[in-house]
T-cell receptor, first 112, second 117 residues
Framework: GQQVMQIPQYQHVQEGEDFTTYCNSS?????IQWYKQRPGGHPVFLIQ???SGEVKKQKRLTFQFGEAKKNSSLHITATQTTDVGTYFC????????????WGLGTSLAVNP | EAGVVQSPRYKIIEKKQPVAFWCNPI?????LYWYRQNLGQGPELLIR????????DSQLPKDRFSAERLKGVDSTLKIQPAELGDSAVYLC???????????????FGPGTRLTVL
């Protein structure tokens, strides 16, 4: 079945360092969403990417969708302690609308 | 605007007991999801409703899990009987129904943390 893989599983950085998490799908996606879950919290929607090669920015966060629409990345510039949490990507199969396949997430820890 | 409401927030039961979770989605959201999330893992879809119809319940363990959304608004998820492996956070999410083919943003509730002893 369709799978969405995320790497790395964990990342520990010093405050001010950059962070990147990668998401790879076994099949072509119609779109991909990114969510953030703080410790003890619930997933919160960050962004959706739809177009091939799309790049979107939210302050220090940069999201990319690959040209083949099978991979995506989230890059955080100059991490802050408020960035701590688990970042999930969730992809929608190009032929199966409205069913998201979730990655296992990348847990980010930031040392002050 | 109120977010997705879930209750209870925490539940501790002994194995073989029944348990029920309740979810009230954001007003006007036609699509409702129940997820299970184990520690350190991503959400796992159990069932998705569009209005009162369960359109995807392929991942719901039907021998012990049941769900309903009778009037197309709030929903309940039941486990009977509960097993030790059911300990997890049960998340409810909702999304508005849109006319295009893109995936809707999902808005999550705070979840119910279930502990089965």
């Amino acid at each position: 079945g369709q799978q969405v893989m995320q790497i790395p599983q964990y990342q520990h950085v010093q405050e001010g360092e950059d962070f990147t998490t990668y998401c790879n799908s076994s099949t072509t996606l119609s779109n991909i969403q990114w969510y953030k879950q703080r410790p003890g919290g619930h997933p919160v929607f960050l962004i959706q990417l739809v177009k091939s090669g799309e790049v979107k920015k939210q302050k220090r966060l940069t999201f990319q969708f690959g040209e083949a629409k099978k991979n995506s990345s989230l890059h955080i510039t100059a991490t802050q302690t408020t960035d701590v949490g688990t970042y999930f990507c969730a992809g929608n199969n190009a032929g199966n609308n409205r069913k998201l396949i979730w990655g296992l997430g990348t847990s980010l820890a930031v040392n002050p | 605007e109120a977010g997705v409401v879930q209750s209870p927030r925490y539940k501790i039961i002994e194995k073989k007991q029944p348990v029920a979770f309740w979810c009230n989605p954001i007003s006007g959201h036609n699509t409702l999801y129940w997820y299970r999330q184990n520690l350190g893992q991503g959400p796992e879809l159990l069932i998705r409703y569009e209005n009162e119809e369960a359109v995807d319940d392929s991942q719901l363990p039907k021998d012990r899990f049941s769900a309903e959304r009778l009037k197309g608004v709030d929903s309940t998820l039941k486990i009977q009987p509960a097993e030790l492996g059911d300990s997890a956070v049960y998340l409810c999410a909702s999304s508005p129904q849109r006319g295009d083919s893109s995936t809707d943003t999902q808005y999550f509730g705070p979840g119910t943390r279930l502990t089965v002893l």
